[in-house]
């Protein structure tokens, strides 16, 4: 099983970035998809998640400015970030269940600079 992210990099305050992380190698039917992250010295955190019927679920602190989807042909998840702050800047993970097993990424930096 493989997870691989990217789209994470550098950016200005106010700015954009699409993260994206396709599955690979599962062979059951993937339920949720989702994005974490963990800032230095915290503890990581839900940021988004979607159900295989789009039932979608947001962190309060990225709702009106992240948007999760995922295609569900391409087990390949999204996360559009816009109007990014500097407490948006992480190591993002992304996240994906079956019935039975959870799967993890490696994680791609984020950095927000002011």
């Known amino acids: 099983v493989q997870l691989v992210g990217s789209g994470g990099g550098l950016v200005q305050a106010g700015g954009s970035l699409r993260l994206s992380c396709v599955a690979s190698?599962?062979?059951?039917?993937?339920?949720?998809m989702g994005w974490y992250r963990q800032a230095p010295g915290k503890q990581r955190e839900l940021v988004a998640s979607?159900?295989?019927?789009?039932?979608?679920t947001y962190a309060d602190s990225v709702t009106g400015r992240f948007t999760i989807s995922r295609d569900n042909a391409k087990n390949t998840v999204y996360l559009q970030m816009n109007s990014l702050k500097p407490e948006d800047t992480a190591v993002y993970y992304c996240?994906?269940?079956?019935?039975?097993?959870?799967?993890w990424g490696k994680g791609t930096l984020v950095t927000v600079s002011s």
């Open positions: 979607i159900t295989e019927d789009s039932v979608i």
């Open positions: 996240n994906v269940q079956t019935t039975m097993y959870g799967y």
């Open positions: 190698g599962i062979r059951s039917s993937i339920n949720i």
